[in-house]
């Protein structure tokens, strides 16, 4: 089956060419008896790490990096180093950009931004939602762990945001206030692309970092407390803590208690795709009106929608960019 979402700026519907769409359909097809033995090596840490150098550690000839940039219609003048700087394929996918000209932040201290450049859409937790999803997607217990931020965030409502291959790989804040957690769980390296998600629910059993930030507080984004979770996936071996308020200049890691600002730099995505999730409590925030539409879209063929009664389409999205506002509570 083909899978498409819909361009959030031309509001067209874009069929997506996967990459490795074979080899997924062959690594997670449950009609082979030596399937859990294979997923559990190709998942596996030291797999991943193999992979990811094989594939990425290549040299980059300028002729093939101006076939890249033209195969996956990237603009090369948002680029931040020039193309000379790019001499392997992992220096391109960790390319920088010129985010505070191409990716402007609305200066709304209501807004919610998007954490990265990728096809995203908006549910439920709340089971008599019209969003709801069962388990599609995660365990949310499993995937949090932790009994204090379970309790918190019961009923309330997340976005799922899938990177490509393609895509710039740094993730940003999408909120303003103070990180009450951070923690790392370990976990499998499972692939993000939907055939996976559909067939496995991979999202809460890959390894991932969890930041839990308070955003009513002085100079936050008012919409309670909010929880990034940052997976990896296969051949994303490394999530890189480098947050900056100073476009990418003086990185440092997260750490509980500090003030982060929306829409600076958080993290970097070795190469490869992953998977950013944003949970909110329940009533503080209202997505953006056409991501809730386009979710509903039944002229858009998803591989998220099969076996559901209603459609479950994404939107892509660009990181910076708004996605919701906060609702404040009296």
């Not at 609305?106 to 937790?125: G, Q, R, V, W, Y």
């Not at 769980?185 to 969890?210: A, E, Q, T, W």
Request: aromatic letters at 14%; charged letters at 30%.
């Amino acid at each position: 089956m083909i899978h498409q979402y819909v361009c959030r700026k031309s509001n067209k519907i874009v069929t997506e060419k996967l990459q490795g769409d074979r080899f997924i359909n062959f690594l997670y097809s449950k009609s082979r008896e030596d399937r859990n033995f294979i997923l559990k090596l190709a998942t596996s840490k030291f797999l991943t790490s193999f992979l990811a150098h094989i594939n990425f550690n290549r040299k980059l000839s300028q002729e093939r990096l101006k076939e890249l940039i033209k195969e996956f219609n990237i603009d090369k003048d948002e680029f931040y180093e020039p193309l000379s700087k790019f001499q392997t394929y992992h220096d391109f996918f960790e390319r920088k950009i010129k985010f505070w000209d191409c990716r402007v932040l609305e200066l709304n201290d209501n807004l919610i931004a998007s954490p990265a450049d990728s096809k995203m859409f908006a549910a439920s937790i709340k089971k008599s939602s019209l969003f709801y999803i069962k388990e599609k997607f995660f365990d949310f217990d499993e995937l949090i762990e932790k009994e204090q931020w379970k309790e918190a965030f019961i009923n309330g409502d997340y976005a799922i945001f899938r990177l490509t291959p393609d895509k710039y790989h740094y993730n940003h804040l999408p909120v303003s206030g103070v990180v009450r957690d951070f923690y790392e769980i370990d976990g499998y390296y499972h692939s993000c692309n939907p055939l996976s998600v559909k067939i496995l629910n991979p999202l809460s059993k890959n390894k991932r970092v969890v930041t839990v930030i308070d955003t009513d507080v002085d100079g936050g984004t008012n919409c309670g407390l909010v929880i990034m979770v940052e997976l990896v996936a296969m051949m994303i071996g490394k999530i890189v803590q480098c947050y900056s308020e100073d476009r990418y200049d003086s990185p440092k890691p997260i750490n509980i208690g500090y003030f982060l600002k929306k829409g600076c730099v958080k993290s970097l995505f070795r190469p490869g795709s992953s998977t950013v999730i944003l949970f909110f409590q329940e009533n503080r925030v209202k997505f953006s009106d056409d991501i809730i539409k386009n979710s509903l879209r039944a002229d858009v063929k998803s591989r998220f929608s099969e076996n559901f009664t209603r459609p479950i389409v994404e939107t892509e999205v660009k990181v910076r960019e708004t996605i919701a506002e906060n609702i404040i509570v009296k």
